[in-house]
């Protein structure tokens, strides 16, 4: 009994760095641009169907479309702050959130057009069947522990790209104070759209793994956001490791509601997020 | 008439009736003036007087503006501020404006990454200041008020500007910190850059000034050097009686 819950907590674990991939692009933009993208979810949807398109119809092994996929997902994030959301910025939370929210309702429609409702899954080559074996009869996949170990390196590199290098430096001014950052000479709306270009690098990655692990459908966005939302409020705003540790804490609930009964999964993670919330509302890592 | 400086140089800043406006609001109202290398140029004035418009106007962070600002010969109508630091001139601003998360080392880095990346590097800002050497890793917001302000110096002066605007640098700090301040102008103007210095406090901006214009409700009501005018026609000038 005792191994049946100490396999549901690993399994959880590893679910939550799947949460935490989904959740780093979602905390950048909070930490830095201080706006709450709703799209967010319905992007890394858009990436995964861009990603099937390329595995399915052109039989580009899954590995190079995510590497051809990331640089598109940069350029696109540089654009779509840049052009669009940079209009908004400054005015108020409304807007933003009314804005995201219409490109949330237009992305899912697209998809529902060009690909239909259908429920999807990329096949990943094989190593979503394997596993590694531990003592008391748990078993790991790799997949989940190769997500997990990305997940830790990408907040790991995050975190070294934005407090140990120039650009990093710059990202950081214009997030402190926009106009005293204009007021001396950067260029706001630049380094802002570069920033939401890596917002897209982690919505491409976090496409690659989640449209091998899990179904997705035109209308899966809104259930990632919500997952990724509730890691970024349980780590604190604007701390990478604050979301990496707010997605596992989310992975690990989920996995042990799922123990008591299949029903409990998604609420269970939920009444988490909603009872750490009331505790501590600041997260648990707050900058 | 405003005085010229005896110089055969053309000015590095050549300002013709300038009027900057907020909204419907003129803060600043045909303002002719002008700086040369390696000279200081002080503006006094009271509150209101249309002072900090006026350089937030030369660094191309007006709403609207009406007249042409020439700086080495070239408007500079339409250009942002990213390329107008990058030409060279350089802003402190009023209230300093650091980024507070940011340490002083990254704080005093960005200023040379806008601009003109010369012959002033990091070492002769610590060599200006050193306690800024000893606080490089500190956090801005850990650091007092003139320790502050000497990085919005700092910070200006790594962008090696060929014109300085400075904006208040002496505003609530204590006077023995804004006469180590003041102490680097002449050091500042021997590199023949040109300074124009906006300031509340009357007597330390004539002490350090070549020339001075007086600004009234947006309206230049008095041009001249300190050493030719008696400190009762800069008080009449000043409040306009």
């Known amino acids: 009994m005792a191994g049946a819950w100490a396999n549901q907590i690993i399994q959880g674990i590893l679910l939550g760095g799947l949460y935490a991939m989904f959740a780093i692009g979602l905390s950048l933009s909070v930490g830095i641009m201080r706006f709450v993208n709703i799209a967010h979810g319905d992007l890394i949807v858009l990436v995964s169907f861009l990603l099937l398109t390329l595995t399915t119809r052109l039989g580009v092994p899954l590995l190079v479309a995510t590497a051809i996929v990331v640089p598109v997902a940069f350029v696109g994030g540089y654009l779509l702050q840049r052009l669009l959301l940079q209009r908004v910025l400054g005015q108020g939370v409304l807007s933003i959130v009314l804005v995201t929210f219409g490109l949330s309702v237009i992305i899912q429609n697209a998809l529902q057009g060009i690909y239909g409702a259908d429920t999807r899954l990329i096949q990943g080559g094989g190593i979503e069947t394997e596993t590694i074996q531990l003592a008391g009869g748990i078993n790991i996949g790799m997949l ?42 950067l260029r706001s709306a630049h380094i802002y759209a570069v920033a939401m270009g890596i917002v897209g690098v982690t919505v491409a990655l976090s496409a690659g793994f989640m449209s091998v ?56 993670g939920h009444l ?14 707050p900058k | 008439m405003p005085v010229t400086a005896a110089s055969d140089t053309s ?10 406006f907020y909204g419907q609001f003129r803060a600043v109202d045909a303002v ?32 609207r503006i009406e007249g042409v600002i020439s ?7 339409g250009q942002g501020t990213a390329e107008i630091v990058a030409k060279g001139i350089a802003l402190v601003p009023e209230g300093r404006r650091l980024f507070p998360s940011l340490s002083v080392e990254e704080n005093l880095h960005i200023g040379w990454e806008v601009g003109r990346q010369g012959e002033i590097g990091i070492e002769d800002v610590f060599g200006f200041f050193p306690i800024l050497k000893e606080r ?34 002496s ?71």
């Open chain 2, 11 to 20: 000015p590095l800043l050549a300002v013709r009736q300038l009027s900057v």
């Open chain 2, 32 to 63: 002719d003036l002008s700086v040369r290398a390696g000279e200081v140029v002080s503006i006094i004035g009271a509150n209101g007087a249309g002072k900090s418009s006026l350089l937030k106007a030369i660094i191309g962070q007006a709403d």
């Open chain 2, 171 to 241: 505003l609530g700090l204590a006077p023995v910190v804004i006469d180590s301040l003041y102490k680097l102008i002449p050091a500042i103007k021997a590199r023949g850059i040109g300074i124009l210095v906006v300031e509340q406090d009357i007597t330390r901006s004539l002490a350090v000034a070549d020339r001075f214009y007086c600004l009234l409700e947006g309206k230049v009501t008095l041009a001249s050097r300190p050493s030719a005018t008696s400190r009762e026609v800069v008080m009449q000038h000043y409040f306009g009686l």
């Open chain 1, 144 to 185: 989940p522990l190769a997500i997990f170990v990305f997940a830790v390196a990408l907040v790991f590199a995050l975190d070294l790209l934005l407090y140990r290098t120039r650009l990093g430096a710059r990202i950081r001014a214009v997030s402190d104070d926009v106009a005293s950052a204009n007021l001396v000479g």
């Open chain 1, 272 to 285: 988490v997020f909603l009872a750490v919330f009331l505790i501590r509302p600041q997260g648990l890592f």
């Open chain 1, 213 to 268: 692990w899990t179904n997705f459908d035109p209308t899966s966005g809104p259930s990632r956001l919500l997952v990724a939302f509730e890691a970024v409020v349980l780590g604190g705003l604007g701390s990478l490791w604050g979301t990496l540790a707010g997605g596992i804490i989310v992975g690990i609930a989920q996995s042990l509601g799922a123990q008591v009964d299949a029903g409990w999964q998604l609420l269970a």
């Open chain 2, 136 to 169: 490089c890793r500190q956090k801005a917001r850990e650091l007092s008020g003139g320790q502050q302000q000497m990085v919005a110096l700092g910070r200006a002066l790594l962008a090696n500007p060929r014109l300085l605007l400075c904006d208040e640098i």
């Open chain 2, 71 to 77: 700086y080495c010969g070239e408007d500079l109508a």
